[in-house]
């Protein structure tokens, strides 16, 4: 279907089947598929920061859209996921293998079950008894799916259940058939709404159930359609988990000790975790595994989420109703060469009067004769002020300063080459665009770069450039979107995104109060003469003793640093602040990088790298600070 | 296509640059998707941003379109189908049911007012419950959805029209006494079967003049009149049917405080003998979100763009010598998603086939 701003398409729950195929990028699973085996036998937790993609990925393995993928299997838009999800071992020329039982948990009814009225058992029964009876019922009717049928009440007699029979083990009734199961778990589900309902909510509660008895009905090889076992394993999908609060803990332990027949995923929001289990990375341990989706792009896949991103772009922009070949087709890409021309000789005067010493004659010369465009040249020309900066920094002084203050000894041409590298070319471009006020945050790179790994915030960036791509198109002006435009456009919906995020996240001020010094620092730093950092600072980190600090903190008396904590924890869930740990030397960093957007905001380069290290004591005067 | 005429149009009468289109269009996409698509009275084709392209370009200068504008984005209140419905969805248990509930208690001192939960479950909450009778004042009142929405009542308590035939009012008794019998488990006299409570429902109401009015010479009109008067006439089937004095509850989905005002004065003068008065708003239209004649700007566009051929017979009812703000001068900036009231300012509902076009044109209902 063709929208006016695909783009604007975000939330994956909201998605029809045809625009899934259309704008799901299969690259996007190598984030899974790289853990082979682990996914199938081990509980696996997906997490992510809100729009980071959990849900987008859980629906690839539901049985509605594996089927049509296996009926399409020939057609070259489907072929590319067709052959992705092969690696998987879950589909192939012979029919799909998973039954995926996806189970969305942001619906109101649990967190109502949640705050009934009601001794803790009889809540739990209830939860449970709803969890079973909607596996169940989602599992006959996927089961239906994979074997071409229609998910309805009329082809339920095509199945067949065959339950183990387990010595000692208490079913709910015994189900002779299929259509009873069905109709046994619908009256389960109707009379949960209506103890959650009633008035008289204490009588209608019966202890039906206290686990997920259901996962091992549903195993695949108790389900049969037209005496063919529907799939080679089953997957449970619990979607939205941070959405039970309460219970979250107790479902996962069970989950994890009872070692059910049926694997099971669950992809919750950072906003559920404590802050131990916040800080990186992907853990695989023997019962679970742990996958971080923000993180794992950033840490280990950057090239490949610049791929996936280029790629969504396209898909999006193809589909719209004005469409485009590509996105790239909506963004003018370059500076005009003709703002270069004009800047390169303002860039050049300006260091031949700063530094008219004679001991940088050569690198000058380098400059002047250096064989490239006007943009080249200037970087290169603003490159060679930062390290000029450098050498005047340096301790070492000859004995000739000491008399006029000025070293006379011409530095070769070799020192610069030396030196000049994509760092100092970056911080040099970075530089130019501050003293020039020229636009240094546009194009494609640029905007997947401030999305900060997460595919929400990448569309819903493109969604506005987007936007003001059709409005050029509609007044029949020259549709491609010039650096400034992109520019000024990324920086008014930043601010008011920002200003929504920090409107809406528990500790708000604290919040604020932490993003704005953690920026101040990288913009302090970044921005100094001799860029020591370059391309700059983006982030700033504390050592693992401090780290250490962090778990304590959250039960200590002391207010002042339990707030402190909570706002960092507040900052990591909502992806204001990436946490990675580095190792430099012997000494281990949990460095707190933070979101691109806020660099956008602070005229910082959008690369990771560069980070200042400060300790937990100064976060928590900062808190302090704003508390009097 | 055609939406891309529309914006075409939209951004070259608002003389948007591609920066304040990219802008504008995001929401008015968004509303009309949300809502004002839904319109049902637009003609075949066209949808919100056609209409607001065409009604717009009737205004003649850049800043009359602004001030348009920004009315349309600032102050229109649409009521979309799903919010209705939501409110229909709620009126029985937010509303109704504690007004038969406090009804039970006033009348039982064993019940304490804190426990409605206890009384809710007691034999007087059910025979009170069967005792009151449910009726809609327009096909607005959506009634197939408030007995969906209403599990609690039974069928045989709730019909779609007000006005009903004496042969229904005797089924009706006769379903009663056979309900409360079984309710209260007892025999029970026929006669002393009759509904206690009557709760008349409808959609939305601006001024409440359609509803119950007093004409000059000191006569009674409208529909609630008309109904107190059939029940109060000499038939027995309808005498018969409800208590010498029953409580009279007025509902609407949706109502101004003016009109809620003027039903509860009319109705505590009227001739009838009523125990109990009630009108209730389940959504409240306050005072502060009319469009007042004080209003500069806009007020210059109602007055210079007012064709007077929107008036007839039925607009005089108001009181007001004409409707540029409205029936009755309510000034009401509100559509509903079936039809705009001819209560909102007659720029919003202007026909179609007049010389100025509303943005929201309305079907005449009468």
């Not at chain 1, 997460?454 to 960036?461: A, G, H, S, T, V």
């Not at chain 1, 207010?559 to 281990?588: D, S, Y």
């Not at chain 2, 509100?334 to 509303?358: C, D, K, M, Q």
Request: aromatic share 12%; net charge positive; glycine share 4%.
């Amino acid at each position: 279907m063709k929208r006016r701003n695909p783009f604007k398409v975000l939330a994956a729950e909201r998605i029809t089947e045809s625009d899934f195929f259309n704008l799901f990028e299969p690259t996007s699973l190598y984030i899974l598929q790289r853990y082979g085996d682990a996914l199938w036998d081990k509980t696996v937790f997906i997490r992510s920061s809100p729009g980071g993609g959990k849900t987008t990925l859980l629906h690839v393995f539901t049985p509605s859209i594996l089927r049509k993928l296996y009926e399409k299997r020939n057609a070259k838009e489907y072929k590319p996921l067709f052959n992705v999800l092969n690696n998987f071992g879950i589909i192939g020329n012979d029919g799909v293998h998973l039954l995926g039982i996806l189970i969305p948990l942001k619906e109101r009814t649990y967190a109502n079950i949640e705050d009934l009225d009601l001794p803790d058992n009889k809540k739990r029964a209830l939860l449970y008894s709803l969890f079973n009876a909607r596996i169940i019922i989602r599992a006959l009717k996927g089961a239906l799916i994979l074997s071409g049928y229609e998910p309805t009440q009329d082809f339920l007699s095509k199945i067949e259940i065959k339950l183990p029979l387990r010595d000692g083990e208490r079913w709910a009734p015994f189900f002779s058939s299929a259509p009873d199961l069905y109709d046994w778990a619908c009256t389960i589900e109707e009379n949960v709404y209506r103890a959650i309902n009633d008035f008289d909510i204490d009588n209608n509660i019966s202890s039906i159930s206290s686990n997920f008895f259901a996962l091992n009905i549903v195993n695949p090889a108790n389900i049969l359609v037209d005496g063919n076992q529907i799939a080679d394993k089953a997957v449970l999908m619990l979607d939205d988990f941070h959405s039970i609060r309460n219970w979250r803990e107790k479902i996962i332990r069970e989950i994890i000790v009872s070692r059910y027949d049926v694997s099971v995923w669950i992809a919750e929001r950072l906003e559920a975790l404590k802050s131990d289990a916040l800080l990186p990375g992907d853990k695989q341990e023997r019962d679970y595994l742990t996958i971080y989706l923000e993180q794992s792009w950033q840490q280990e896949l950057k090239n490949k989420y610049m791929h996936l991103a280029a790629n969504i772009a396209n898909k999006r922009a193809k589909s719209a109703l004005y469409s485009v070949s590509s996105f790239e087709e909506c963004i003018v890409e370059e500076l005009d060469e003709k703002i270069w021309e004009s800047l390169l000789p303002k860039i050049s005067v300006d260091i031949e009067t700063t530094y008219p010493h004679k001991k940088y004659i050569k690198w000058k010369q380098y400059c002047n004769n250096f064989l490239g465009n006007s943009k080249e040249k200037s970087i290169l020309w603003r490159a060679m002020k930062i390290l000029i900066e450098r050498d005047i920094s340096k301790k070492q002084k000859q004995i000739t300063e000491f008399l006029d203050g000025i070293n006379h000894n011409v530095i070769g041409i070799e020192s610069f080459e030396k030196q000049i590298d994509s760092n100092i070319k970056g911080a040099a471009r970075l530089f130019i665009s501050n003293e020039f006020k020229v636009p240094y945050y546009f194009g494609l790179k640029k905007l997947i770069l401030l999305s900060s790994y997460n595919i929400e915030q990448f569309l819903w960036l493109c969604s506005h450039i987007f936007d003001e791509y059709i409005a050029n198109v509609l007044i029949k002006r020259n549709p491609r979107i010039t650096p400034e435009r992109q520019q000024s456009i990324l920086e008014r919906i930043i601010k008011m995104r920002l200003t929504d995020i920090y409107r809406t996240v528990p500790h708000q001020e604290f919040v604020k109060t932490i993003m704005d010094n953690i920026c101040n620092i990288c913009k302090k730093e970044t921005y100094r003469k001799n860029a020591p950092y370059a391309p700059g600072v983006t982030g700033v980190a504390i050592s693992f003793e401090d780290k250490l600090k962090m778990s304590k903190w959250q039960t200590i008396d002391d207010k002042n640093k339990r707030i402190t904590v909570q706002a960092i924890e507040t900052c990591i869930k909502n992806n204001l602040l990436l946490p990675k740990t580095v190792n430099q030397g012997k000494k281990t960093w949990l460095v707190l990088y933070i979101n691109r957007m806020l660099c956008l905001v602070n005229r910082l380069p959008l690369q990771y790298g560069g980070w200042k290290a400060i300790t937990l004591d100064r976060v928590a005067k900062w808190v302090s600070k704003n508390r009097k | 296509m055609r939406t891309e005429l529309a914006e075409r149009l939209l951004a070259k009468v608002m003389a948007w640059t591609a920066e304040e289109l990219a802008q504008e269009m995001s929401f008015l996409q968004a509303m009309a998707k949300v809502k004002y698509d839904e319109y049902q009275n637009y003609l075949h084709g066209m949808r919100f941003i056609e209409s607001l392209a065409v009604w717009l370009n009737q205004f003649k200068n850049i800043n009359e379109r602004k001030i348009a504008y920004e009315f349309v984005k600032k102050q229109l209140i649409f009521i979309s189908f799903n919010e209705l419905l939501h409110l229909v969805s709620i009126v029985y248990k937010d509303r109704i049911k504690k007004i038969i509930l406090s009804n039970v208690i006033e009348e039982n001192n064993d019940f304490s007012p804190y426990f409605y939960q206890r009384v809710s479950r007691s034999k007087e909450f059910e025979i009170m419950k069967r005792k009151s009778l449910f009726l809609g004042l327009s096909d607005g009142a959506r009634i197939d959805y408030f007995r969906r929405f209403s599990r609690e009542l039974s069928h045989e308590q709730i019909w779609p029209i007000y006005d009903f035939s004496s042969k229904k009012a005797k089924n009706m008794k006769k379903q009663l006494f056979e309900d409360l019998r079984v309710i209260s488990g007892k025999n029970i006299e026929f006669n002393d079967c009759k509904f206690k409570n009557v709760f008349l429902l409808d959609d939305f109401s601006a001024s409440g003049l359609s509803y119950i009015r007093m004409n000059s010479d000191g006569t009674y009109k409208g529909k609630i009149y008309s109904f107190l008067e059939k029940i109060y006439s000499e038939d027995e089937n309808f005498t018969e049917l409800f208590e010498e004095q029953f409580n009279l509850y007025i509902i609407l989905y949706i109502g101004t405080e003016k009109a809620v005002k003027h039903i509860e004065t009319l109705l505590e003068n009227s001739p009838f003998k009523l125990n109990k008065i009630g009108v209730y708003a389940i959504q409240m239209l306050t005072e502060d979100i009319r469009i007042n004649q004080d209003n500069n700007n806009l007020s210059k566009l109602i007055d210079t763009y007012y064709d007077q051929a929107i008036e007839d017979q039925h607009t005089l009812v108001g009181g007001t010598k004409n409707v540029k703000y409205g029936f009755a001068g309510c000034g009401l900036p509100v559509v509903l998603h079936h039809n705009t009231p001819n209560n909102s300012i007659a720029l919003l509902w202007s026909y179609e086939e007049l010389e100025f076009r509303g943005l929201f044109p309305r079907i005449k209902r009468h």
